[in-house]
């Protein structure tokens, strides 16, 4: 089955610094690929999502790039705020018949210091 | 959180009970997932729904059980057979068709602890 392996686990960057956090996956089936962020005893919150037809999708400060040929995608934050810290969670999702099944990396906590 | 509600926020419970985990969504979404959530680690599948009176097994399926008997409704029993209940549980839903079929909204959870 599909693996995704996300990595850093940790990352802490000064607040205004941009952060980047990076996915592969192993099943080039896989054509749709969302990014979560989980606050502390929270469900996750879906930011940004990209589709296999597409390399780039941009929203405000959040980035989402993918590259379908080395089977890795990932999440860019500019001008990062406190508020941006959270755990971030990548996702690759396969779509059959008309269902999509979802794997998730384990997860990026992200700590931005003022 | 969406109109994905999940009940209750804390649950305690002895060895060798059984509970269930309620989940209700007002979306009118076909779809719904149960995940478990360990520290450190991705959320990983335990059952899965299509449509109502349809379910199918995800990978961590021993040890819990599920019902759909209505769509907005897939409650998860976590039975006295899984050995290491403790954790924190994620309901969510999905469309299945139309511009947003892919999203994935998630409840709030449910953290369960085995005493």
């Known amino acids: 089955g599909e693996n995704v392996e996300q990595h850093p686990s940790t990352l802490s960057v000064q607040e205004g610094d941009s952060a980047v956090i990076k996915c592969t996956y192993s099943?080039?089936?896989?054509?749709?690929f969302p990014w979560y962020k989980q606050e502390l005893g929270k469900g996750p919150q879906l930011i940004i999502d990209i589709r296999s037809n597409v390399g780039e999708k941009k929203d405000q400060r959040i980035a989402v790039t993918l590259n379908k040929t080395a089977k890795h995608f990932s999440l860019h934050i500019t001008e990062t705020q406190p508020e941006d810290s959270a755990v971030y969670f990548c996702?690759?999702?396969?779509?059959?018949?008309?269902?999509?099944?979802?794997?998730f990396g384990s997860g990026t906590k992200l700590n931005v210091k003022p | 959180d969406g109109g994905i509600t999940q009940s209750p926020k804390y649950l305690f419970r002895k060895e060798g009970q059984n509970v269930t985990l309620s989940c209700e969504q007002n979306?009118?979404?076909?779809?719904m997932y149960w995940y478990r959530q360990d520290p450190g680690q991705g959320l990983r599948l335990i059952y899965y729904s299509q449509i109502v009176n349809d379910f199918q097994k995800g990978d961590i399926a021993e040890g819990y059980s599920v019902s759909r008997e209505k769509k907005e409704s897939f409650p998860l029993t976590v039975t006295s057979a899984q050995k290491n209940p403790t954790a924190f549980y994620l309901c969510a839903s999905k469309t299945s068709g139309g511009i947003t079929r892919d999203t994935q909204y998630f409840g709030p959870g449910t953290r369960l602890t085995v005493l």
């Open positions: 099943d080039s089936a896989s054509n749709y």
């Open positions: 996702a690759a999702s396969i779509r059959t018949h008309n269902f999509n099944k979802f794997y």
């Open positions: 979306l009118n979404h076909d779809a």
